[in-house]
């Protein structure tokens, strides 16, 4: 064992060596008292803690770089988490509607015919069921206690049953055979088979609903995976039931059973599994009926007058395709081509829809993380998502979907192969429906440019002014380009799109300007209040100044 004093020695001579050769200029001798031999060592020393230096340094700067790309992310990964299982839930409604289709398209005898029976009654049905969905944001929003819960369940039993009886008219009286048989000019053939599919459909309203409005409840309480596997598993569920309904005798018997059974069955699963991840996971955990930090209790008449701005929006939407269904079928005066061009759209929309409708879902992202007008929801607690960040992402989404739509759509031969391996067509039916799918590629535009707006003005206060905007159906093309079937149907809804969205980003800037007067009449009204007190003050020191004169002068 080594003496103390030799201990002593040796750390002193290591802090004079590392003092040596701490300098940024070197010295050409760094230690010429000493020996050669021991300079050599301490170089070699000095060498190796510079290159364990450099070491640690490019360590240290890797897991700077590890650690700055997590930061980076983290704004984002909450507008990420929130929005995916969203667009599963509308990729999975195109992907169940292809499988469908082909429950339809693979008929031997009188495809095109079924497959435009189906297309017209399913468009319609549509457009019941549209606003309903948009309930969910009642639920994201309102549904704070099971007493809202309640009453959100209340109104849309009621629009359910409003749904069915409209279902039962128009299948059953003569205000259903002058829109189907007499607006359309179709044959008596498609007419009837298109309103005994929509009796079929007058239950599924109702039951869509519910499981709306429980949805938007799971997404409140951040459940958001529970929701996208319920779509997921109404998406298989049809699929599968498809599959075991075309080996069945339906296929001979009523081939028109076949997609609605399975729409049924589909909705029936997505159903179960919202309703009993609401039970399981938020049904105890919310109270009775809403506290005054939340604002209390939601009305009624508050929930509806929220809703029905959105509803209205959504059902102009919805309107669009029977609209574009009804022209297109009239243009060709109800022969066996406008029978085909219904076919042609009745195939091609869950196509092209595919690539941006999920992209409609943005509106839900401003309500969900604007923590101003919503500090209430759990989503924005602890998040440091600003509106640049929404803006950001929301970019990122769109370009995303322009190029699934390019390389998709434009591709040689892509779309046909999904058509006619996908929904079952022939091969001369998919190449009709090539030219359709290519005007789909550009309404990503303005779809993200009304989802974005109308988002931002999702607002109890403010979602009046993204009012519904009818589609302005482009129908002068009719005849001076001699565009006819499905080419001017998807045209005149891309014509519509643009329009809404331009009336939408109108109206945003109406209320943009409105919000930014309000801002500095409210910062003016603040500034005077503070300037008061500073003369008064400077009133009160005149005054005793004026004061001391006249004393000095008596």
């Not at 803690?49 to 590890?66: A, H, L, P």
């Not at 990729?91 to 469908?100: F, K, M, N, P, R």
């Not at 009993?276 to 939601?298: E, F, K, R, T």
Request: charged share 15%; proline share 5%.
């Amino acid at each position: 064992m080594a003496p103390p004093h030799h201990h002593k020695e040796t750390f002193s001579w290591a802090c004079a060596s590392i003092q040596c050769f701490s300098f940024k200029t070197p010295d050409p001798d760094p230690c010429p008292a000493w020996p050669r031999s021991s300079c050599t060592t301490t170089t070699t020393k000095t060498k190796t803690t510079k290159t364990s230096t450099s070491t640690t340094r490019t360590r240290t700067s890797t897991s700077t770089t590890m650690v700055d790309l997590p930061s980076l992310m983290s704004p984002y990964w909450p507008l990420l988490r929130f929005l995916v299982p969203l667009a599963i839930t509308n990729v999975a409604i195109d992907v169940g509607e292809q499988a469908l289709n082909r429950g339809i398209a693979t008929v031997k005898e009188d495809s095109v015919e079924m497959l435009a029976s189906y297309g017209l009654a399913y468009s319609l049905m549509k457009f019941f069921t549209g606003p309903m969905s948009d309930f969910k944001n009642v639920g994201l929003v309102f549904v704070n206690s099971r007493r809202d819960r309640r009453k959100a369940l209340l109104c849309m039993v009621a629009a359910g049953i409003i749904a069915f009886v409209l279902h039962i008219l128009i299948a059953h009286t003569d205000l259903g055979y002058y829109i189907i048989n007499k607006l359309h000019h179709v044959d008596d053939s498609v007419g009837n088979k298109t309103r005994r599919a929509f009796l079929y459909l007058a239950a599924f309203p109702l039951l869509d609903a519910i499981a709306w409005i429980h949805a938007g409840i799971l997404l409140k309480h951040k459940y958001s995976v529970i929701v996208g596997s319920a779509s997921i598993s109404d998406v298989v569920a049809q699929i599968v039931f498809v599959a075991v309904l075309l080996h069945s005798n339906l296929k001979c018997v009523e081939p028109m059973l076949i997609p609605i059974l399975s729409l049924y069955m589909g909705a029936l699963v997505r159903f179960t599994i919202v309703g009993l991840g609401y039970y399981c996971n938020v049904h105890d955990n919310i109270p009775d009926s809403s506290g005054m930090d939340v604002g209390g209790d939601a009305t009624i008449k508050k929930m509806l007058s929220f809703w029905w701005p959105l509803a209205l929006i959504l059902a102009t939407q919805r309107i669009s395709r029977p609209i574009v269904n009804l022209f297109v079928s009239r243009d060709l005066k109800g022969s066996v081509a406008a029978t085909e061009a219904v076919a042609v759209l009745t195939a091609t929309y869950p196509v092209g829809h595919m690539p941006y409708g999920w992209l409609t879902e943005l509106r839900a992202v401003y309500p969900a993380f604007d923590k101003q007008n919503n500090p209430s929801n759990k989503l924005n607690a602890g998040s440091q998502v600003t509106k640049s960040h929404i803006k950001k992402f929301t970019f990122c989404c769109l370009m995303l979907s322009l190029t699934l739509c390019f390389v998709v759509f434009w591709s040689p031969n892509v779309s046909e192969n999904i058509l006619v391996n996908v929904i079952g067509v022939k091969y001369t039916f998919a190449e009709l429906c090539v030219v359709p799918l290519r005007i789909f590629s550009f309404f990503p535009l303005p779809v993200t440019v009304r989802a974005h707006l109308t988002g931002w003005a999702d607002d109890p206060e403010e979602d009046l002014c993204v009012g519904p905007q009818l589609h302005p159906e482009d129908h002068r093309s009719d005849h001076q380009a001699c565009v006819h079937g499905a080419t001017l149907g998807v045209g005149s809804l891309l014509a519509g799109f643009i329009g809404e969205s331009t009336m939408v980003a109108i109206a945003a800037c109406y209320v943009y300007r409105q919000q930014r007067k309000s801002e500095l009449s409210n910062e003016l009204v603040v500034e005077g209040e503070d300037s008061a007190p500073m003369s008064e003050v400077c009133t009160r020191s005149q005054m005793e100044a004026i004061e001391e004169l006249e004393e000095e002068q008596e």
